[in-house]
């Protein structure tokens, strides 16, 4: 019943790709084996998160026409680039498969979808406008994952152990907007298309509390972002002139370091409810879920 009650109630990655968005700080779950050996079990479950990522790689623009009123862009050469990528909003929805390997090594596999919102602000210009990339919302797009985690030590009511999980995200192409304040060119915003992919890597280690009806579990965690972004926007200024914006940059997580709770409760003998909070000093996210076992 101890492990039932603990069943993984994870939500996974991340990240991904990562990405996007990538986004998402997924739920965890205690750091310990769960499920039983030879024994299954499934599960559901919603994560929310708000994350700030650094972009940097190279972007490119056109000013007008070449020849004139022919819209083929002129384009100017590409330029370094770099962004701050503030509040990457994510919501996520994870199946999760479960089975144990042994009574102290449970693997999981993740499917689910992942949105991604969230503004970038130009931090250095080198040679390029300086601007601003405005209302990106990604739809849901297809996620999944991998994980393990192990019971390393049990003393009665309290056990320590890890897990490693990694979550692949693809948001769907969202819609975006560029401005770019004191260039008379870029005078009016820009629109376009806007694509994330992230990849996610969380390690955790901590100590499970057993108590009557309930667990308490959580500890020290790395997390780890990768991925990339791909933006194009273009748009008519006043002087009926046609003006593009494209961006290529990779993106990685500004902090790796956090820490996260939860509190476990149990439904039935083999279903079990999580809730958790998770905190880096660059992001945070809370997710809500269920958990079933079987033989």
């Not at 490119?60 to 026409?65: I, L, Y």
């Not at 050469?77 to 701050?84: A, C, E, G, R």
């Not at 692949?168 to 694509?195: I, Y």
């Amino acid at each position: 019943m101890r492990k039932t009650m603990a069943s993984q109630a994870v939500g996974l990655i991340i990240v991904g790709a990562c990405s996007s968005v990538v986004t998402a700080l997924p739920a965890m779950g205690p750091p310990k084996a769960l499920v039983g050996q030879e024994q299954w079990s499934i599960g559901l479950g919603y994560s929310y998160s708000q994350m700030d990522l650094e972009a940097s790689g190279k972007s490119r623009e056109s000013v007008g026409d070449d020849p004139p009123g022919s819209r083929i862009p002129n384009w100017a050469p590409w330029q370094p680039s770099k962004h701050d990528v503030k509040d990457l909003t994510s919501n996520i929805v994870l199946g999760q498969l479960g089975y144990g390997v042994s009574q102290n090594v449970d693997v999981f596999l993740y499917l689910g979808v992942s949105d991604a919102q969230d503004d970038m602000k130009e931090t250095v210009a080198s040679g390029a406008t300086a601007g601003e990339y405005s209302g990106l919302d990604g739809g849901l797009g297809f996620a999944w994952g991998l994980g393990a985690r192990a019971t390393f030590l049990e003393d009665g009511d309290l056990t320590w152990g890890g897990l490693i999980q990694v979550l692949w995200e693809n948001p769907s192409d969202g819609d975006v907007s560029f401005s770019s304040s004191g260039d008379p060119f870029f005078a009016n915003p820009l629109t376009g298309d806007a694509e994330f992919n992230l990849r996610e890597i969380q390690v955790a280690v901590g100590p499970t509390w057993q108590l009557e009806k309930f667990c308490v579990y959580g500890g020290p965690f790395l997390h780890f972002v990768e991925g990339d972004v791909e933006i194009s926007v273009s748009g008519i200024d006043s002087f009926d002139a046609l003006n593009n914006v494209e961006l290529s940059e990779d993106i990685r997580e500004a902090s790796e370091f956090g820490v996260y709770a939860g509190l476990q409760g149990e439904a039935s003998e083999s279903t079990s409810w999580y809730a958790e909070y998770r905190m880096t000093g660059d992001a945070w996210g809370i997710g809500v879920g269920a958990v079933r076992r079987f033989k």
